[in-house]
T-cell receptor, first 113, second 116 residues
């Protein structure tokens, strides 16, 4: 099953600009996580935000979570060419200890030098 | 941090043959492991959930007789693609949840399968 929907599907920006990606989901969650994936490679965990948190920062990353709207956003500031990758949100359903993460469709980010 | 490995990292096989992919939790015991499949330019789709010592639970549309999953120990799960066809060519990723950390799920680096 696929729960998250990322928006936009693809994003192309110039180096130095900020990139914003959005994610919507359908059920109640324990947490929401963002991952990066370079072409043909494995997942890199970026950040986890719990359902009782509204905003979290990690370096150039800023994640927000609005549980009332069932949505999250990932902001990458001062983007670099090395940020070019696909970004996925993934949700962990509430009250389920052994359920898998459910991934959104992803946003393909291209940062042009 | 917890580490999950997969072997092989890539494999090419002929149509009709079977391929086994291993997923190991290296420094923790994984009570539950998940297998995902990812086609080019698409997201990860859950194939099945396996719990140590019990039968795997497959997602709708995934053929359990074609994708055999064995979770024989707390550190190893295997996925065998039987009678592989070119349409099975994909990126297969496993993940593991341990007995600690309610939220933590750790991903392997993935296995690229190409069926010719």
């Amino acid at each position: 099953s696929q729960q998250g929907e990322e928006d936009p599907q693809a994003l192309s920006i110039q180096e130095g600009e900020n990139a914003t990606m959005n994610c919507s989901y359908k059920t109640s969650i324990n947490n929401l996580q963002w991952y990066r994936q370079n072409s043909g490679r494995g997942l890199v965990h970026l950040i986890l935000i719990r359902s009782n948190e509204r905003e979290k920062h990690s370096g150039r990353l800023r994640v927000t979570l609005d549980t009332s709207k069932k949505s999250s956003s990932l902001l990458i500031t001062a983007s670099r060419a090395a940020d070019t990758a696909s970004y996925f949100c993934a949700t962990d359903e509430r009250n389920s200890g052994n359920t898998p993460l459910v991934f959104g469709k992803g946003t393909r980010l291209s940062v042009i030098a | 941090g917890a580490v999950v490995s997969q072997h092989p990292s890539w494999v090419i096989c002929k149509s009709g043959t079977s391929v086994k992919i291993e997923c190991r939790s290296l420094d923790f015991q994984a009570t539950t492991m998940f297998w995902y499949r990812q086609f080019p330019k698409q997201s990860l789709m859950l194939m099945a959930t396996s719990n140590e010592g019990s039968k795997a639970t497959y997602e709708q549309g995934v053929e359990k007789d074609k994708f055999l999953i064995n979770h024989a120990s707390l550190t190893l799960s295997t996925l065998t693609v039987t009678s592989a066809h070119p349409e099975d060519s994909s990126f297969y990723i496993c993940s593991a949840k341990g007995q600690f950390g309610f939220y933590e799920q750790y991903f392997g680096p993935g296995t690229r399968l190409t069926v010719t």
